[in-house]
């Protein structure tokens, strides 16, 4: 049974930090690159980031680069995103989902259910 379980969304100030984490189980995490993806209210899914297989390497959009960090713990199955500087226009439900490949994102599938981030003051 594959599941994937965002949690740590909440309300926070602008500016202010949150580190949501993404919880794995039912397959061998070591081998897929994960990525972290937002839908904010009427708009499009987009992409955050995405992290290899081994945590080696990461990749950011540029709206988020230099404020946001992915990282992985594989052997406790977990895959965190660090948030700070956080502005209103961050606020949107964060999924994370497993990848086709092992070094980039692509091919996404088998998504968690999300967790909502709102920033406001």
């Known amino acids: 049974q594959l599941q994937l379980v965002e949690s740590g969304g909440g309300l926070v100030q602008p500016g202010g930090s949150l580190r949501l984490s993404c919880a794995f189980s039912?397959?061998?995490?070591?081998?897929?690159?994960i990525g972290w993806f937002r839908q904010a209210p009427g708009k499009e899914r987009e992409g955050v980031g995405c992290i290899s297989s081994s945590g080696g390497s990461t990749n950011y959009e540029d709206s988020v680069k230099g404020r946001f960090t992915i990282f992985r713990d594989n052997a406790e199955n977990t895959v965190y995103l660090q948030m700070n500087s956080l502005k209103p226009e961050d606020t949107a439900v964060y999924y994370c989902?497993?990848?086709?490949?092992?070094?980039?994102?692509?091919?996404?599938?088998?998504w968690g259910k999300g967790t909502l981030v709102t920033v406001s003051s």
């Open positions: 989902a497993l990848s086709m490949g092992s070094q980039r994102c692509y091919g996404m599938r088998y």
């Open positions: 039912g397959f061998t995490l070591d081998y897929y690159a």
